[in-house]
């Protein structure tokens, strides 16, 4: 069964995280992150096994103004997020999280 969601963020200064996704009973899925501002934002991904406790699984990744990424977990936990701030303080910007599983 094909699963999407879509959610939307403005980044601040500090480490943001977004709601978890389950993955359990997917076999498949991707991030993609989207920067739609006009200031630069940094973004990874993180997994998760309890939604309490949180292992970075890449690196950071500062995206550029209308440009986006992929981010793929290599672990396979329970949950996952898209953590994310704003590059430069004070500047933030507007980012979309696309989730696709299957």
Do not use: C, K, W
Request: glycine fraction near 6%.
């Amino acid at each position: 069964m094909f699963h999407q969601s879509i959610e939307t963020y403005t980044t601040t200064d500090n480490l943001q995280g977004s709601n978890f996704i389950e993955l359990a009973g997917l076999e498949i899925y991707t991030f993609v992150v989207i920067n739609s501002g006009t200031n630069p934002a940094t973004v990874a991904l993180q997994v998760s096994p309890d939604q309490g406790t949180f292992l970075t699984d890449s690196l950071f990744t500062d995206l550029i103004p209308q440009s986006a990424v992929a981010l793929v977990p290599r672990l396979f936990l329970r949950y996952a997020r898209i953590v994310f701030r704003s590059t430069t303080p004070g500047r933030p910007t507007t980012i979309t999280i696309v989730f696709n599983g299957q």
